[in-house]
């Protein structure tokens, strides 16, 4: 069995048993039952494999970053569950979502007291670390509202620059993963020098995945991406492939937008190809990347072991769901 | 000048000077006016003066206590913000609400960051009392948001007992007001015996405090109270004094909601007096009142000086808005 599915089956024991505590078991369960239903419909669970492999990677056993794992797992799908209401989305991972089954209040509820939850965790580390861990979590959940924020206020500029769009994905995705490899390796003694490295590493494989999801959304194959292609495209939202076309094809855009053909979405999918944004999103894609492994090749000279970090960027990076 | 209005006034100059530093001039604004907004637009500022009379009375200087008290009133306008959101509330403090003036989704956001604002100010504690602090404040957020869907739940609920509406408020309001209390003492150095006899204070103030809401909202005077007496009657909310009432008359209340009058809101005012359900929800609000009266006197007797938090209790009680 390879790290990222040993790590993942560490994860999900401890996600299990800790289900049958008094700490999820309290009561309204009206209030808890959203949470777990959230926690256990799955996911890639890479937030908390990162955590547990960035302690390995200090030479530490992972179970000692478990609380991070939790923490971190936790405030993901706090901003799940908020997310899905904001986009007004009834499924998520192939199931219905949180506010579908039990209404808009207990949505925002059960999502409030799941970031509550996420503290809680934290809390469970080390008294010596507490602080430490605490001033980088709140720095992150700062951001990742932030990103939604800038996110949402997208929807109504005409114009985004690449820019802004990064800086958006930046704080959305990436520095929760980045978080992850941060905390996971501070709780597990990393000097702070190492775990800033880890935190870069996290931020460009972040930025990188998400451009990745991008270009599924537009160029995936339906049988693996297991959603229909193109829904980003037909919504117009504002991908980095959406931006880089739209600023430098405007009229050719406009053109497709403007025809009464039926094949708007494929047309455009076409145009984006032929005219090199496709190519442009694909090399950028490729630079976070790359930019990610100079960052762990710094951790790897502080005498980490990076070999499983390494595999699980490139598992990232190849995937095709 | 009294000590309530002192504490008020150190208080809401630090959260004005506070507002021109950068942690409050974030990008994008757009998720940090509304916090800045209702953290402006008024109220008691009940919770953080409390959180610095308790450091006083540990004979501290109350701006020791000031990272406690920026925390829950933060978390208390966070909760405001959500609640707003679920109880379709145009209005508080006589403003318009957050999600009325920025949306629902801006509501739902910034009211999360507001949340991680307060978990900010707490970390800006001693070192060495982090731990203790942060497990108080998660243990009291999560009491929060278990009170708050106690209070949706009871809602579609036809009979609820005394004791499940006092547990209810316990949670959705006086665990706050405990918290801020206890935490406002710990930050001044407080032993955990006293800092738990200022939280049982806080508590039975809080419960009475909830209770003498629910009457004045029945048998206030416009005047004063400055919102619609009887409204809670109207939409049959489930007060102490409507579940007294109900649990003990259903058959005179059944008779009146049936009947054509257009007094209806009177004439239950009428029967729940001359039915003794006021005087025992006064007598009941009393209860609760000596009850935090004597918790004080525990904390007396660990020579710290009470006489400001008791003035205050009395000046809770004797209110008539």
Redesign the interface.
């Known amino acids: 069995m390879n790290s990222i599915d040993r790590l993942r089956k560490i994860f999900l024991r401890s996600l299990e048993s800790d289900f049958s505590e008094p700490e999820w078991n ?3 369960d ?2 808890y039952a959203p949470q777990r239903y959230i926690l256990g419909i799955g996911g890639k669970r890479l937030r908390p494999i990162l955590a547990l492999m960035a302690a390995e990677s200090m030479g530490r056993n992972a179970l000692e970053a478990l609380p991070v794992a939790h923490a971190v797992e936790r405030f993901h799908n706090f901003s799940l569950i ?1 997310d899905d ?2 986009d007004e989305a009834p499924i998520r991972r192939g199931k219905s979502t949180v506010h579908e089954n039990w209404g ?3 949505g ?6 799941l ?3 996420a ?2 965790s934290l ?1 469970k580390a080390p ?1 010596s670390m ?2 430490d861990l ?2 980088t979590f ?1 720095q992150t ?2 951001e990742v ?2 990103g ?3 996110d ?2 997208f929807e109504s500029l005409d114009r985004i620059e690449e820019g802004q769009y990064l800086n958006m994905i930046r704080n959305k995705t990436a520095v929760l993963i980045g978080c992850s490899l941060q905390m996971g390796s501070l709780i597990a003694g990393a000097s702070k020098e190492v775990s800033k490295s880890l935190f870069n590493f996290g931020i460009e494989l972040g930025i990188s995945f998400q451009i990745h999801d991008d270009l599924l959304d537009a160029f995936g194959t339906l049988e693996t991406f297991g959603k229909q292609i193109g829904g980003d495209i037909r919504s117009q939202k504002k991908t980095l492939l959406w931006i880089h076309f739209s600023n430098h094809q405007p009229e050719t855009l406009k053109s497709i937008i403007n025809s009464g053909s039926k094949n708007k979405v494929k047309e455009i999918l076409y145009a984006m190809e032929s005219t090199g944004s496709r190519a442009y999103v694909e090399a950028q894609r490729k630079k976070h990347f790359d930019s990610a492994i100079t960052s762990l090749h710094n951790v790897k000279r502080n005498n980490c072991d990076t070999k499983d970090l390494e595999s699980l960027a490139n598992w990232i990076f190849d995937r095709e769901v």
């Open positions: 309290r009561q309204p009206s209030l908020h209401i904001m808009l209040n207990t925002i509820l059960s999502g409030d007291a970031m509550v939850m503290y809680k809390l008294k507490i602080h605490f001033e709140n959940a700062l509202c932030e939604q924020q800038m949402m206020d």
